[in-house]
Nanobody, 120 residues
């Protein structure tokens, strides 16, 4: 059982920055990869960034060089630093964690989402 709580969303102007946080609780030891997804109105949910237990990262093309994902095991938290924000980054951002159960079965857990709005 894993619980995820996102924070740090808000409204900013183009070019500004935001830092999202996702705090995990529960069976922390069993968490493997973590990531951030986003969903804009009328669009499908899409992957933004992911980070493995070994700190290997991967980013979607639209956010490469602008966003940085990181994790802090001491605080059981994953972060998304979002720089040079654009209006097209506007979406609800969701935290995701892969939980490895006994036998190797992987179950995905999701946070409730946090709104990010970028406009003039």
């Amino acid at each position: 059982q894993v619980q995820l709580v996102e924070s740090g969303g808000g409204s900013v102007q183009p070019g500004e920055s935001l830092r999202l946080s996702c705090a995990a609780s529960g069976s922390i030891f069993r968490i493997d990869a973590m990531g951030w997804y986003r969903q804009a109105p009328g669009k499908q949910r899409e992957s933004v960034a992911a980070i493995t237990r070994g700190s290997i990262t991967n980013y979607a093309d639209p956010v490469k060089s602008r966003f940085t994902i990181s994790r802090d095991n001491a605080k059981n938290t994953v972060y998304l630093q979002m720089n040079s924000l654009k209006p097209e980054d506007t979406a609800v951002y969701y935290c995701n964690a892969d939980h490895v159960e006994f036998g190797g079965r992987v179950t995905g857990y999701w946070g409730q989402g946090t709104q990010v709005t970028v406009s003039s």
